[in-house]
């Protein structure tokens, strides 16, 4: 699981976002309890060498209705 924004869902502040492999059932698990949805995106594909990281981006704090505007 890889963090990539430092904020956590503050008024003001940006969403936060989480990448997690498709596999990781126990880093998904944490991340829907502490309230990160995945986005519905593409996945981000990364090559470290010797293995590719296919990566699913998760995000909390971006409610984007208009009673969060």
């Given at each position: 699981?890889?963090?990539e924004c430092s904020s956590v869902g503050t008024p003001g502040l940006?969403?936060?976002y989480l990448e997690i492999e498709a596999?990781?059932?126990g880093s998904?698990?944490?991340a829907r309890a502490v309230g990160y949805r995945p986005t519905g995106g593409e996945p981000v594909v990364v090559d470290e060498g010797r293995r590719r990281l296919?990566?699913?981006r998760w995000e909390r704090g971006a409610d984007r209705s208009p009673?969060?505007?």
């Open positions: 699981m890889v963090l940006p969403p936060t596999d990781n059932a998904m698990a944490t296919v990566l699913h009673a969060a505007c």
